[in-house]
T-cell receptor, first 111, second 116 residues
């Protein structure tokens, strides 16, 4: 079974702190996407990374794809209450069209 | 552009009853997905359509779940009969093509199903 593990599962931090969320698998991805989901809504795409070692920035969010395309990280600088939500990594494993979501990281940023 | 539309937003039924969900994807999107999301977990793919053909239904409990996408546009997902463990949010998503390099999925807001 191909799994996509995220850590930590839960994170509660104060406004202004930095944090990193990890997404790990034993299998290679052809691409990987990060989503944020708020209560009562569907996931919303934040970024897609495709190339091993790729780094993308979206304002205070920095996304990195591992060199071997088996893992990824999301770093948030100076977190704000508006960053609160469920963060999900997802992607198709290389050579397949099976799209799998990670286990999710629930982030709460306290004002 | 209009987003992915799903209905109903909420549904409460008793176990062993039947229920159906409807999804209208973004216009022009060939690929449609149904996901089940249990509280606190990531979405699990149930079925993926490419136009009106099934690409992947390996995780669909076929003894009770069925889905169709007539004419390659709208789709319905049915559960018959429902079990307590089917309580979840059912998400529909669509994308221009099959999932691959840089193909984003666009999600609806889901249907929250509660089984009593």
């Amino acid at each position: 079974t191909q799994l996509l593990e995220q850590s930590p599962q839960f994170l509660s931090i104060q406004e202004g702190e930095n944090l990193t969320v990890y997404c790990n698998s034993s299998s290679v991805f052809s691409s990987l996407q990060w989503y944020r989901q708020e209560p009562g809504e569907g996931p919303v795409l934040l970024v897609t990374v495709v190339t091993g070692g790729e780094v993308k920035k979206l304002k205070r969010l920095t996304f990195q794809f591992g060199d071997a395309r088996k893992d990824s990280s999301l770093h948030i600088t100076a977190a704000q209450p508006g960053d609160t939500g469920l963060y999900l990594c997802a992607g198709p494993f290389s050579g397949t069209y099976k799209y799998i979501f990670g286990t999710g990281t629930r982030l709460k940023v306290l004002a | 552009e209009a987003g992915v539309a799903q209905s109903p937003r909420y549904k409460i039924i008793e176990k062993r009853q039947s229920v159906a969900f409807w999804c209208n994807p973004i216009s022009g999107h060939a690929t449609l997905y149904w996901y089940q999301q249990i509280l606190g977990q990531g979405p699990k793919l149930l079925i993926q359509f490419q136009n009106n053909g099934v690409v992947d239904d390996s995780q669909l409990p076929k003894d009770r779940f069925s889905a169709e996408r007539l004419k390659g546009v709208d789709s319905t997902l049915k559960i018959q009969p429902a079990k307590l463990e089917d309580s979840a949010v059912y998400l529909c998503a669509s994308s221009l093509g099959r999932q691959g390099h840089g193909q984003p999925q666009h999600f609806g807001d889901g249907t929250r199903l509660s089984i009593l």
